[in-house]
């Protein structure tokens, strides 16, 4: 080999440029995919938690109506009937600027409760008639 002139350089390897291209486009990959992989298990969290959403928006209207059919009137008369409650007459109004009774209070009354009718009563069939043992004090029949 001959020696290099005395103005140029020996050649450069290029073993670390390269390495060092293989080192950044090798790290952005693994990061892509760690990325990806982020977002895929955000969106399946996304989607459970979407499922669990609907399943509480299910309950919630299931509780709701089952809330309006308590809270309907019939529904309500007939609990506070149970409870031994009775309705009240035309309520009274006190005026708060002068001070004047309007209308006239009176005290509930109880309704009459119903009289049980007795149920209607079939004729009962006579029990029947069961042979009765010879005992030792009679004598047998002859």
């Known amino acids: 080999m001959t020696a290099a002139p005395a103005g140029r350089k020996p050649p450069v390897s290029r073993t670390p440029f390269v390495l060092l291209m293989v080192l950044l486009l090798g790290g952005g990959l693994l990061g892509l995919l ?3 992989t982020a977002l895929n298990q955000g969106s399946f969290d996304d989607s459970r938690l979407k ?3 609907s399943k509480l928006s299910d309950e919630e209207e299931a509780l709701r109506r089952e809330l309006e059919q308590l809270s309907a009137p019939g529904e309500l008369a007939r ?6 409650m009775i309705p009240g007459g035309n309520p009274v109004f006190l005026d708060p600027v002068t001070g004047d009774v309007q209308g006239s ?3 509930a009354s109880p309704r009459p409760s119903p009289t049980p009718t007795a149920p209607a009563t079939l004729p009962v069939a ?9 005992s030792a004090t009679t004598p047998p029949p002859r």
């Open 51 to 53: 499922k669990q959403n």
């Open 126 to 134: 006579p029990p029947p008639a069961t042979p009765v043992a010879p």
């Open 79 to 84: 609990k506070a009937q149970e409870l031994g």
């Open 34 to 36: 760690l990325l990806n």
């Open 105 to 107: 209070a009176k005290p």
